[in-house]
């Protein structure tokens, strides 16, 4: 493996934690596992900030997973029926 492509551990671990929100089957864990990958995103983001250098491609990576997780967060079919209007949908 070519070291000049390995993908940096501070970009694993926020990788991680956003794939275990979006693929998390479980409504009870879902929260908690949006929270946890909510969490490392804003920690890298802050780091890419406080970093010199080129790092566009990640912030916008970080940028996309955030959007990601608050319409994750906000669908309503992860939290239960829809409620209308007094009414179940």
Do not use: C, S
């Not at 479980?26 to 949006?34: G, T, V």
């Not at 920690?43 to 970080?62: K, S, T, V």
Request: proline residues 4%; glycine residues 6%; aromatic residues 6%.
């Amino acid at each position: 493996m070519n070291a000049g492509n390995a993908i940096p551990v501070e970009n694993r671990v926020w990788k991680g934690l956003y794939k275990a929100a979006l693929f998390e089957l479980d409504e009870a864990k879902l929260p908690e596992r949006i929270a946890q990958a909510e969490k490392a995103l804003a920690m890298r983001a802050r780091d890419l900030f406080d970093m010199a250098g080129d790092n566009i491609e990640e912030g916008q990576a970080l940028e996309d997973a955030m959007y990601a997780l608050r319409a994750l967060r906000n669908n309503p079919q992860t939290h239960g029926p829809v409620v209308y209007h007094g009414a179940v949908a």
